[in-house]
């Protein structure tokens, strides 16, 4: 079964913590470099794997340009793929998009830094979804395994959702001031290289923290490969680990388009709940991809899989993050970092 997507495109942006400053100090000079555009318009980031599938089917059924219709508007959408949380989160603040996708982690970090200036915040969940940490080195059973010869790839170092969910189990294994203990060991490697890589072994990376559908074919076509952390055991439960967050400015100058926007993903959810034969037919022709129809059907389907927009078991990760330092402001609930927002009620 072939790899899907195994070469994307790599994106050259600046780093986080150098745009988050520039954007922070000179906020004002940024606005009048990236000029904000009328409503009717909006500039979508996803990244790679099944759990943007709430996007892929309001991009192939043009929802956001039919629930514009709704309210007197002519939406026009612009779709981009980018990779890694710390990318995405440049591009959102220099001005280069307006909705941003990608893990809680990346969420909580810009939210914590733009409090009181660009006020970033979640916009909605893309859904519930297990992440695995996968290796192919048979003598890696649990992470107290890993040495220093093994690197485990993930979408971006210490800011990715898995990056910190990595982090709360070694800090539930080896105490809270231990919390960055396996930080060395990883990389940021898009996910489909990460997954080529699991799966062909023999290269310095052999172990992988993913997501659908990269995961499930990393267990599928490499015998030794095999699953050595869950993100559903490490935050008690089913949780909402990818999200979609923007700028309140963004927000509050575009009601209409934001609100199109909100009510086409509560419809993609739906329609993938009730068709997910049709939902698997447009994500393979979305992402031109190659993946192998019953495993992408296996994972669409999979009890432990939930498409919804409304977060959940999201505190928890956000709470341990302002323990350890990892984040300045303390949330007190989900609502913190969240929108108060109709699709979004509920959430966790």
């Keep these: 079964m072939p790899l899907q997507n195994p070469r994307p495109r790599r994106h050259a942006l600046p780093t986080l913590s150098t745009l988050i ?26 990244q790679f794997g099944v759990v943007y599938l709430l996007l892929n089917v309001a991009q192939e059924q043009k929802l956001v340009e039919k629930q514009g219709r709704k ?15 710390a990318a995405v989160n440049d591009a959102l603040l220099s001005g280069a998009i307006d909705i941003a996708g990608a893990g809680v982690g990346p969420l909580l ?42 690197r485990i790839a993930l ?5 990715s959702v898995q990056a910190r969910i990595l982090q709360m189990a070694a800090a539930r294994q080896f105490g809270e001031k231990a919390f960055n203990r396996f930080d060395k060991l990883t990389q940021a490697v898009p996910h ?32 030794q490969a095999h699953i050595v952390l869950n ?39 739906q329609f993938i709940k009730a068709n997910p034969e049709a939902a698997a037919d447009i994500y393979l022709k979305i992402n031109k991809s190659n993946l192998d129809r019953a495993l992408l059907l296996s994972i669409i389907k999979s009890p432990q899989v939930e498409f919804k927009v409304a977060p959940q078991n999201t505190l928890g990760l956000a709470q341990f993050l302002h323990r350890v330092g990892a984040i300045r402001n303390k949330p007190e609930s989900w609502k913190d970092y969240f929108f108060d927002d109709p699709v979004t009620a509920g959430g966790s």
């Design 21 to 46: 400053g520039s954007a922070l100090v000179a906020g004002a000079c940024m606005a009048m470099a990236v000029p904000a555009h009328a409503e009717g318009k909006i500039r979508v980031a996803e």
């Design 71 to 85: 309210d007197g508007l002519d939406i026009q959408v612009e779709w981009t793929k980018l990779s890694g949380g």
């Design 109 to 150: 970090t810009i939210w914590d830094r733009t409090r009181g200036r660009q006020n970033v915040k979640g916009v909605a969940s893309l859904g519930n979804y297990p992440y695995y940490l996968v290796s192919n080195n048979p003598n890696v059973k649990t992470i107290a395994d890993f040495s220093e010869k093994d």
């Design 155 to 159: 979408p971006a170092v210490t800011v």
């Design 192 to 223: 489909p290289d990460a997954a080529a890589a699991v799966i062909a072994g023999g290269t310095e990376i052999n172990a992988h923290f993913g997501n659908p559908p990269y995961q499930d074919q990393e267990l599928a076509q490499n015998k």
């Design 231 to 269: 993100s559903y055991e490490v935050q008690g439960g089913p949780s909402s680990a990818t999200v979609l967050y923007a700028t309140e400015k963004f927000r509050n100058d575009n009601p209409k388009t934001y609100r199109a926007f909100t009510a086409a993903l509560a419809e993609a959810a």
